[in-house]
């Protein structure tokens, strides 16, 4: 069931990074995914699989004591699922991204809208000729981790910088590999203290100073997992062993199916625009 209710914002949103996540926002898929490029050696998606696999998505979150808010496609661009791109939420309010596709730019104006809907207030803009796509921002502790690789532009990363170190955040920019679509979907911040990363797909050496537990080549994007809490992640079950890895260390793994997002590189964390957390 959807919530259709406004969220309660109060001066605080995403109080802490890792803390536990009350709402949060998704897009629903548009026929169109059916056209996007699948990673190598994948079929296709399938258009029925992917609208089941994200009611999962919704009902699992709701069943973790989460409101979900779903809005439609208003475009017709295969990834415009990924509604993590369209905005990055701090304690006081949200920063609209400006996505580097510009079929996907009219995303954030619908988010924006939304926004208001739910009196979430604005807390700035990437503006242009700047870019940014929000899944290639991790936010952990006092930490906005920033990816840099084929999305984005300097101006748009100098943008966010400015937002989130006026917010108390230490901005640290991360050298994706090549081939590497965005940040979140070879990372993630699992605790205020830990990020999970995929191999040699992001810099490690960019999460100095935080516990970092390196998944397996071939288990990449296991490591874009959506954090519910400290240590608790939701993951897509198809990365078994990227789950057990972080079983054995501590996280707790809650493991759903989203074969038909991986096939074009789409991870939990991609998927979900986080509101507020606590």
Known sequence: MTARGGIQ?????VVSATGTLRTALLTRPSPAIERASSLAG?????????????????????????????????GDDAYEAAAGDAAI????????????????????????????????????????????????????????????????????REGFAKLASARGYRVVEVALAPGVTSLRSVASAIAKNTIVVGGDKADAAAFGGFRTIVLDRGEELGAGVLCLDERHVLADIRYRTASAKMRRAGVTVEAIDLYDFTKIGLTPSMLTLVLKRE
Not at 124 to 149: C, M, Q, Y
């Open 9 to 13: 914002t109060g001066p605080e949103l």
């Open 42 to 74: 994948e079929p296709g998606p399938i258009y029925a699989r992917v609208l089941e696999q994200q009611a999962i998505l919704q009902s699992t979150l709701e069943y973790f004591g989460v409101e979900t808010i779903v809005i439609d496609p208003g």
């Open 89 to 156: 939420v701090f304690a006081d309010g949200g920063v609209i991204m400006r996505p580097t596709a510009m079929s996907r730019r009219a995303e954030a104006d619908r988010v924006s809208a939304k926004f208001a809907d739910l009196d979430v207030p604005i807390a700035g803009h990437i503006s242009a000729p700047g870019l940014l796509d929000g899944n290639d921002v991790i936010l952990a502790g006092e930490t906005a981790f920033v990816g840099k690789g084929t999305r984005g532009n300097d101006l748009g």
